[in-house]
């Protein structure tokens, strides 16, 4: 398995539920499967959308973003700007970016 250099957290807080969901069902026409192939050969491990289900009352989702390095986090940057960014200017959100380098981790048995 190949593992993580460097990790990009961010969430998105969108202004309704209804737009939130409406984020979420985007991912699928901007990420097709020749896009993903890009973002593969350019150095993104993994990408994960998740729903942030504890802060209640707010629409909000998380996305992590796992890179080879620091060369594949530059590469991606490019590709997001191209693919994601044209699809999503319309939505009203709150975006903050977390970035990190790994320090520690372990896996799983069951982690592929």
Request: charged share 30%; glycine share 6%; hydrophobic share 40%.
């Amino acid at each position: 398995m190949t593992t993580s250099k460097l990790i990009n957290y961010t969430t998105r807080e969108f202004v309704s539920e209804n737009e939130l969901q409406l984020y979420a069902a985007k991912q699928d026409e901007i990420f097709t499967p020749e896009v993903i192939e890009e973002f593969q050969k350019a150095g993104l491990l993994r990408r994960v959308l998740t729903r942030i289900w504890n802060k209640e009352g707010v629409a909000r989702v998380g996305i992590l973003f796992e890179y080879k390095d620091e060369k594949a986090f530059i590469a991606c940057q490019t590709l997001l700007d191209k693919y994601h960014a044209p699809k999503v200017k319309t939505f009203i959100n709150k975006v903050v970016g977390s970035r990190g380098i790994v320090l520690h981790e372990f896996f799983g048995d069951e982690f592929k």
